[in-house]
Nanobody
Framework: QVQLVESGGGLVQAGGSLRLSCVAS????????MAWYRQAPGKEREIVAR????????GYADSVKGRFIISTDNAKNTVYLQMNTLKPEDTAIYYC??????????WGQGTQVTVSS
């Protein structure tokens, strides 16, 4: 059974931190690099960070480089996103999924992150 459960979002002041978690269930995820995405109101979903399950390869969008850290816990099938020095423009719904998705792929419910100025 394929399932993605994101959590850890909330309301935080600018400059604050949050740690997001994503539990990924299903073989399709264990065989894929994973990523965090976000979608702000009125904007398209964008990739924020990606990682292989081994943690050897990671990548970040320029907008979050130096502030966000992506990591994994293989034993828990969990992907994390540590978000530091948050900015109002980081406000969005955050999702995790495979690093390469196709139209029609399953998505979880996401977790809302709101950064106040």
């Amino acid at each position: 059974q394929v399932q993605l459960v994101e959590s850890g979002g909330g309301l935080v002041q600018a400059g604050g931190s949050l740690r997001l978690s994503c539990v990924a269930s299903g073989r399709t995820f264990s065989n894929s690099a994973m990523a965090w995405y976000r979608q702000a109101p009125g904007k398209e979903r964008e990739i924020v960070a990606r990682i292989t399950w081994s943690g050897e390869r990671r990548g970040y969008a320029d907008s979050v480089k130096g502030r966000f850290i992506i990591s994994t816990d293989n034993a828990k099938n969990t992907v994390y996103l540590q978000m530091n020095t948050l900015k109002p423009e980081d406000t969005a719904i955050y999702y995790c999924n495979k690093a390469s998705t196709r139209e029609g792929d399953y998505w979880g419910q996401g977790t809302q992150v709101t950064v106040s100025s």
